[in-house]
């Protein structure tokens, strides 16, 4: 059975970490015991008459719980029977957005969720960037809360060609929109009764079909720098994809500045080398 990394992404209340919930609760992906204590955290929250808040399942720290939001990226492994998962649920705020370099520089997919009652926002291009730049291979653009609009087509269709013009511009080639009701579960597993008109896959399927190419060190050497150290002469992450060694001109984008690597750390040791996967 192979394996399928990906990372997930959206504005602030766009519904993203419900729909991850909703996608594997629907799944049965839950254990008893982590659905009793999202339980008892959603009461705290909403009270004891609110319904269990799928959202909670994805925040790691109590923290997150406490406030609503999500801080750091809270990875989580889940499978069918067709595939395994690795997912990584990034931040959605604004200042947090640098974390979603963490989650998607191993990525092989990348689910952007966007809110129906809304436009293609800053965030979501931001998001969008950050796939491009990394070479996400697979985008997928989740147009959630669509319950709100009754299912309408016509909404759909203008936010699904809006995003494929950003989409276009920022170098993500490969890319689809599904769309879904993180609340109800429309599209995210089932099929939903209510579009009709849409005869793409739910959200699960495509997670599915998705072909992936596991070689990561045959690609383009791409090294996101998550940190500067040493006045910024030093710079610490993990290698996304190809590999590196000492002596190698790089680009550093955006500046397009050219330099040659001097030397390079794993784990405290000197190396020659670094390929994709490794922290140095």
Same mark, same amino acid.
């Given at each position: 059975?192979? @394996?399928?990394? /990906?990372?997930?992404?959206?504005? =602030? ?38 319904? %269990? ?18 801080? $750091? %990226? ?10 395994? /998962?690795?997912?990584? $649920? ?65 909404? /759909? $269709? ?13 170098? !993500? ?12 579960? $429309?599209?995210? =597993? ?16 495509? @997670?599915?079909?998705? =072909? ?26 993990? !290698? ?9 001109? %790089? ?19 000197? %190396? ?9």
């Amino acid at each position: 059975m192979d @394996l399928l990394r /990906f990372a997930t992404a959206g504005s =602030v209340d766009d519904g993203k970490s419900t729909l991850i919930g909703r996608l594997l609760y629907d799944s049965k992906s839950i254990f008893e015991d982590q659905l009793e204590q999202v339980a008892e955290a959603s009461k705290r929250r909403h009270g004891h008459n609110g319904a %269990v808040d799928l959202s909670m399942l994805t925040d790691g720290l109590r923290a997150e719980r406490e406030q609503g939001i999500t801080i $750091d %990226v809270a990875y989580r492994y889940f499978a069918t029977p067709k595939r395994r /998962f690795i997912l990584a $649920d990034t931040p959605g705020h604004v200042e947090y957005t640098r974390n979603m370099v963490t989650g998607a520089s191993t990525a092989q997919a990348a689910l952007i969720v966007i809110d129906a009652r809304h436009d293609i926002t800053e965030q979501t291009r931001r998001h969008s960037a950050v796939a491009g730049l990394l070479r996400v291979p697979h985008v997928i653009l989740a147009v959630n809360k669509m319950d709100v609009y009754d299912f309408d087509k016509a909404r /759909f $269709d203008r936010l699904a060609d809006r995003y494929a013009e950003v989409a276009s511009s920022l170098g !993500v080639v490969d890319h689809i929109a599904i769309p879904v009701s993180a609340l109800n579960g $429309d599209n995210v =597993v089932e099929r939903s009764p209510h579009t009709p008109w849409y005869q793409g896959p739910t959200l699960l399927e495509h @997670l599915e079909e998705i =072909v992936v190419d596991d070689d990561l060190s045959a690609l383009p050497a791409r090294f996101p720098v998550q940190y500067t150290l040493t006045g910024g002469a030093r710079a610490a992450g993990m !290698v996304a994809s190809g590999s590196f060694a000492v002596g190698d001109e %790089v680009v550093v984008l955006p500046s397009l500045r050219r330099t040659t690597i001097a030397a390079i750390d794993r784990l405290g040791t000197p %190396v020659d080398a670094a390929q994709a996967g490794q922290s140095v």
